[in-house]
């Protein structure tokens, strides 16, 4: 076995395998461009993503192993990564390439970074820092062309699976949303639902909602949401839509759809940064300008509340709080979480 690296010596962080094996969100495709250095926090692990010229992305810890500088502090020059102290040049492979202090030499073998597993996917970057345990969640409507879809975001929140319960619960929406998601004078009774697991997590059952700005065309609607949580940090809901006032149907089709694909990056174990696709098959589209409007004041409404949630570090064991039938997603998720070793940001588990 290799010795650890500093990095792992300095902040051991995480050591949740369930965590450690999975993918997490770090930043958009579009953030990153060639010759960026952008620096990034996952799971207490500094690190610096970069775009090769070929269009390649890396995931490396944010670390010379020369003296300890960031690498991130550098720059990008002929397709290589120059540390910002003594200038050690790292390719594509994450190999030093040139000292410049001794240009003649060949650098030693274990002058290397440390690289990391990244993947591009729903215009989002994704790594995984341990030894990946399956793929990336599938996105229903991504390949579905009558779908448009928009990145949004980034979203600060302090409990990545507070934002997650959050996302997969309806009932806040009156008073949290009011005049958006809900009206606060005439709150939403919550029918019974049912909730499942399967192979890909857990699922819920339809909730019906009125919405006096549902979706990015500002037509008040009745929405009737389905849940998914794929991963402890990846969920989706698909919405359907059906205009509320008679008159205006014609705006609108019984196949009309708005999705949600959500992911919460785990800075540390009350730091995390949301980041969502929306895909919508509304005809005429919204543009995305108006989907952003939307989607940027419903998440600053969630943070706002959310982020005054005690304790920061959601209580898995369901005991440390009060819950109702019409929490049943919430509930699911907690225990699901708790049953799959989730222990890192989290309160009471064993």
Same mark, same amino acid.
Request: charged content about 25%; overall charge negative.
């Given at each position: 076995?290799?010795?650890?690296?500093?990095?792992?010596?300095?902040?051991?962080?995480?050591?949740?395998?369930?965590?450690?094996?999975?993918?997490?969100?770090?930043?958009?495709?579009?953030?990153?461009?060639?010759?960026?250095?952008?620096?990034?926090?996952?799971?207490? !692990?500094?690190?610096?993503?970069? %775009?090769?010229? =070929?269009?390649?992305?890396? +995931?490396?810890?944010?670390?010379? &192993? /020369?003296? #300890?500088?960031?690498?991130?502090?550098?720059?990008?020059?002929?397709?290589?990564?120059?540390?910002?102290?003594?200038?050690?040049?790292?390719?594509?492979?994450?190999?030093?390439?040139?000292?410049?202090?001794?240009?003649?030499?060949?650098?030693?073998?274990?002058?290397?970074?440390?690289?990391?597993?990244?993947?591009?996917?729903?215009?989002?970057?994704?790594?995984?820092?341990?030894?990946?345990?399956?793929?990336?969640?599938?996105?229903?409507?991504?390949?579905?062309?009558?779908?448009?879809?928009?990145?949004?975001?980034?979203? !600060?929140?302090?409990?990545?699976? %507070?934002?997650? =319960?959050?996302?997969?619960? +309806?009932?806040?929406?009156?008073? &949290? /949303?009011? #005049?958006?998601?809900?009206?606060?004078?005439?709150?939403?009774?919550?029918?019974?639902?049912?909730?499942?697991?399967?192979?890909?997590?857990?699922?819920?059952?339809?909730?019906?909602?009125?919405?006096?700005?549902?979706?990015?065309?500002?037509?008040?609607?009745?929405?009737?949401?389905?849940?998914?949580?794929?991963?402890?940090?990846?969920?989706?809901?698909?919405?359907?839509?059906?205009?509320?006032?008679?008159?205006?149907?014609?705006?609108?089709?019984?196949?009309?759809?708005?999705?949600?694909?959500?992911?919460?990056?785990?800075?540390?174990?009350?730091?995390?940064?949301?980041?969502?696709?929306?895909?919508?098959?509304?005809?005429?589209?919204?543009?995305?300008?108006?989907?952003?409007?939307?989607?940027?004041?419903?998440?600053?409404?969630?943070?706002?509340?959310?982020?005054?949630?005690?304790?920061?570090?959601?209580?898995?064991?369901?005991?440390?709080?009060?819950?109702?039938?019409?929490?049943?997603?919430?509930?699911?998720?907690?225990?699901?979480?708790?049953?799959?070793?989730?222990?890192?940001?989290?309160?009471?588990?064993?």
């Amino acid at each position: 076995m290799s010795a650890p690296s500093i990095v792992d010596l300095e902040s051991p962080g995480c050591t949740d395998a369930v965590l450690l094996g999975d993918w997490h969100v770090v930043a958009t495709s579009a953030e990153i461009g060639y010759g960026d250095l952008h620096a990034t926090t996952l799971l207490e !692990r500094d690190l610096v993503l970069w %775009r090769d010229r =070929e269009g390649e992305m890396h +995931a490396w810890d944010d670390l010379c &192993v /020369h003296r #300890g500088a960031r690498l991130s502090k550098g720059f990008v020059k002929d397709n290589r990564v120059v540390c910002p102290y003594h200038g050690w040049n790292y390719d594509g492979e994450a190999k030093c390439v040139f000292m410049p202090a001794a240009p003649s030499e060949k650098p030693m073998k274990k002058a290397r970074a440390i690289p990391h597993h990244v993947q591009e996917k729903y215009g989002l970057v994704w790594v995984c820092i341990g030894t990946p345990a399956h793929d990336i969640p599938s996105f229903p409507e991504w390949d579905d062309h009558s779908y448009k879809k928009v990145v949004c975001g980034p979203y !600060r929140f302090r409990s990545g699976y %507070r934002a997650v =319960e959050n996302f997969i619960d +309806a009932s806040h929406f009156p008073f &949290v /949303h009011a #005049g958006v998601n809900g009206v606060i004078d005439d709150p939403d009774p919550i029918a019974p639902y049912e909730v499942y697991e399967d192979d890909q997590g857990i699922y819920s059952t339809e909730v019906r909602v009125t919405q006096p700005y549902g979706d990015p065309r500002g037509i008040p609607v009745i929405a009737y949401y389905a849940y998914r949580v794929f991963r402890p940090l990846v969920a989706y809901f698909k919405k359907r839509v059906v205009i509320a006032d008679p008159a205006r149907a014609h705006e609108g089709d019984e196949a009309d759809r708005f999705c949600t694909f959500l992911t919460a990056q785990p800075v540390d174990q009350t730091t995390s940064i949301v980041r969502i696709c929306c895909a919508m098959n509304f005809d005429p589209a919204p543009s995305d300008e108006d989907v952003r409007r939307r989607q940027d004041l419903v998440y600053a409404q969630d943070s706002a509340i959310v982020d005054t949630q005690r304790p920061e570090r959601i209580p898995v064991e369901l005991r440390y709080e009060l819950h109702h039938r019409s929490d049943l997603m919430g509930q699911k998720y907690r225990s699901w979480l708790k049953s799959a070793g989730v222990t890192y940001g989290a309160f009471g588990s064993l």
